[in-house]
């Protein structure tokens, strides 16, 4: 069985709103072993509305629309499914006199419009909606040689759309399934490499058609791997999914931080806690990234002891003096005493230092290289020494057990340098608390 959710509202096709219903409808439909294949959003404009239903009855079994069930002018959902059908409206006693009770019960009369939401499709079926004065329509619509399709139309109201799923739609979907089925998702979180990369060290997981299936995806560099799995059960879905996840972790190795919903910072909490360490940070071209994440995950634990931010080697003096004899004007060294010096001033166990990026000079704080090095002219200058090659960014790692320096090229998209160039300072802090674990 597969099905399609459809979204309605002018809001939702304008951006103007974010669609969260599709994606709750779809992690719901998932739990009962309903494959998700189509996400529409559609207008409220009645030949389009028209169109996105025939178009869906035709190629799924099952669809979920929301939104368009309201008393005004411009919800249509009810008039393009009878246009769909091709049957009159008819009116709902039962529908209208619920409708009737909910404005008596706050003292106001019934205007002339809400009458039309007691209408139906002749043939559908009422979804009763205890919250609110819109209820849904469950209809089927038949395809020759093939088994009908049904819809339910649910209201756009989050609140009453998610209490109707539960009372009515779900278990009308579990009786329509031939065998008790289930889909669970697993998430592998991983750092350290590229998509492309982490593919090419998992060729035969990713293919199409391999069960259970994985996806690759990747936000700001950092990359998830979903592993996902159907069958009777959700122990029987979990164990599919485990022997899929023991190959990721030992092709990848240390590229695995995390799963689920895990950040590097979370990871990196976690770590300190069990350690009983702390970590402080100094950032210039992060924008206080660092502190920020490490902030919001360790919320009131100590071991993040604080964070600063500069923008210029003027406001970096106090940290530097920390740190010894003045450093050089820019570069891997540059990186070391920031994060020497910021160990120091916050006497932790632990400090990260990340930046500047390269476009800014530190010992001024003018740009001497364009914000986007991939638009500069071949032979053209991209670092801060004057020489020829591709910009690197250097952060730091400081303990008492020494200062680890990298330096990493600034590729991709600039709008990826900051969150990139956090998680590797993050990164190189993750790799030295493990290995102490």
Same mark, same amino acid.
């Given at each position: 069985?597969?099905?399609?959710?459809?979204?309605?509202?002018?809001?939702?096709? @304008?951006?103007?709103?974010?669609?969260?219903?599709?994606?709750?409808?779809?992690?719901?439909?998932?739990?009962?072993?309903?494959?998700?294949?189509?996400?529409?959003?559609?207008?409220?404009?009645?030949?389009?509305?028209?169109?996105?239903?025939?178009?869906?009855?035709?190629? !799924?079994?099952?669809?979920?629309?929301?939104?368009?069930?309201?008393?005004?002018?411009?919800?249509?959902?009810?008039?393009?499914?009878?246009?769909?059908?091709?049957?009159?409206?008819?009116?709902?006693?039962?529908?209208?006199?619920?409708?009737?009770?909910?404005?008596?019960?706050?003292?106001?009369?019934?205007?002339?419009?809400?009458?039309?939401?007691?209408?139906?499709?002749?043939? @559908?079926?009422?979804?009763?909606?205890?919250?609110?004065?819109?209820?849904?329509?469950?209809?089927?619509?038949?395809?020759?040689?093939?088994?009908?399709?049904?819809?339910?139309?649910?209201?756009?109201?989050?609140?009453?759309?998610?209490?109707?799923?539960?009372?009515?739609? !779900?278990?009308?979907?579990?009786?329509?399934?031939?065998?008790?089925?289930?889909?669970?998702?697993?998430?592998?979180?991983?750092?350290? &490499?590229?998509?492309?990369?982490?593919?090419?060290?998992?060729?035969?997981?990713?293919?199409?058609?391999?069960?259970?299936?994985? $996806?690759?995806?990747?936000?700001?560099?950092?990359?998830?791997?979903?592993?996902?799995?159907?069958?009777?059960?959700?122990?029987?879905?979990?164990? &599919?999914?485990?022997?899929?996840?023991?190959?990721?972790?030992?092709?990848?190795?240390?590229?695995?931080? $995390?799963?689920?919903?895990?950040?590097?910072?979370?990871?990196?909490?976690?770590?300190?806690?069990?350690?009983?360490?702390?970590?402080?940070?100094?950032?210039?071209?992060?924008?206080?990234?660092?502190?920020?994440?490490?902030?919001?995950?360790?919320?009131?634990?100590?071991?993040?002891?604080?964070?600063?931010?500069? *923008?210029?080697?003027?406001?970096?003096?106090?940290?530097?003096?920390?740190?010894?004899? *003045?450093?050089?004007?820019? $570069?891997?060294?540059?990186?070391?005493?920031?994060?020497? $010096?910021?160990?120091?001033?916050?006497?932790?166990?632990?400090?990260?230092?990340?930046?500047?990026?390269?476009?800014?000079?530190?010992?001024?704080?003018?740009?001497?290289?364009?914000?986007?090095?991939?638009?500069?002219?071949?032979? !053209?200058?991209?670092?801060?020494?004057?020489?020829?090659?591709?910009?690197?960014?250097?952060?730091?790692?400081?303990?008492?057990?020494?200062?680890?320096?990298?330096? @990493?090229?600034?590729?991709?998209?600039?709008?990826?340098?900051?969150?990139?160039? !956090?998680?590797?300072?993050?990164?190189?802090?993750?790799?030295?608390?493990?290995?102490?674990?």
């Amino acid at each position: 069985m597969i099905a399609e959710i459809i979204s309605i509202g002018d809001e939702l096709a @304008s951006g103007e709103r974010l669609d969260t219903n599709s994606q709750w409808l779809s992690q719901r439909l998932g739990e009962l072993g309903v494959k998700v294949v189509y996400h529409t959003t559609v207008a409220d404009d009645l030949p389009a509305n028209l169109d996105v239903f025939r178009r869906a009855l035709q190629r !799924a079994d099952l669809v979920v629309t929301t939104g368009g069930l309201g008393p005004t002018a411009d919800d249509l959902t009810r008039d393009a499914l009878a246009a769909v059908l091709g049957v009159e409206l008819v009116l709902d006693s039962a529908a209208l006199e619920h409708i009737r009770s909910l404005f008596a019960r706050h003292n106001r009369p019934m205007p002339e419009r809400n009458r039309l939401q007691a209408l139906f499709p002749a043939g @559908s079926r009422k979804i009763d909606n205890p919250a609110g004065t819109a209820p849904g329509i469950d209809l089927l619509f038949p395809r020759p040689g093939q088994t009908d399709s049904r819809l339910f139309a649910l209201p756009g109201v989050p609140a009453e759309m998610r209490e109707m799923w539960a009372g009515s739609v !779900a278990p009308a979907v579990a009786a329509m399934l031939p065998e008790p089925r289930v889909i669970r998702h697993r998430r592998i979180k991983c750092f350290g &490499a590229g998509e492309s990369q982490v593919e090419q060290m998992l060729p035969d997981l990713i293919r199409r058609g391999r069960e259970p299936s994985v $996806g690759i995806t990747v936000h700001e560099a950092t990359i998830t791997l979903r592993i996902t799995a159907a069958g009777p059960t959700a122990a029987a879905c979990q164990a &599919a999914i485990a022997p899929t996840e023991e190959t990721i972790r030992e092709a990848l190795g240390v590229l695995v931080f $995390g799963t689920e919903d895990d950040e590097l910072e979370d990871v990196v909490v976690r770590l300190l806690g069990e350690q009983r360490r702390t970590v402080a940070s100094i950032e210039w071209g992060t924008r206080g990234r660092l502190a920020r994440w490490l902030a919001r995950a360790a919320g009131e634990d100590a071991c993040f002891a604080g964070g600063v931010t500069i *923008a210029s080697v003027a406001a970096a003096e106090r940290i530097l003096a920390a740190a010894g004899p *003045a450093p050089p004007a820019g $570069g891997a060294e540059f990186a070391e005493r920031l994060a020497i $010096g910021c160990r120091r001033v916050f006497q932790t166990d632990y400090a990260l230092a990340a930046g500047p990026f390269p476009h800014v000079d530190p010992t001024a704080g003018a740009p001497i290289a364009p914000s986007d090095p991939l638009e500069k002219k071949p032979g !053209a200058s991209e670092s801060t020494s004057g020489a020829s090659g591709p910009a690197e960014f250097h952060f730091a790692l400081a303990s008492a057990e020494g200062t680890t320096v990298r330096s @990493s090229t600034l590729a991709h998209h600039p709008a990826i340098w900051e969150p990139r160039a !956090a998680k590797q300072a993050l990164n190189l802090l993750r790799l030295a608390l493990e290995r102490q674990s």
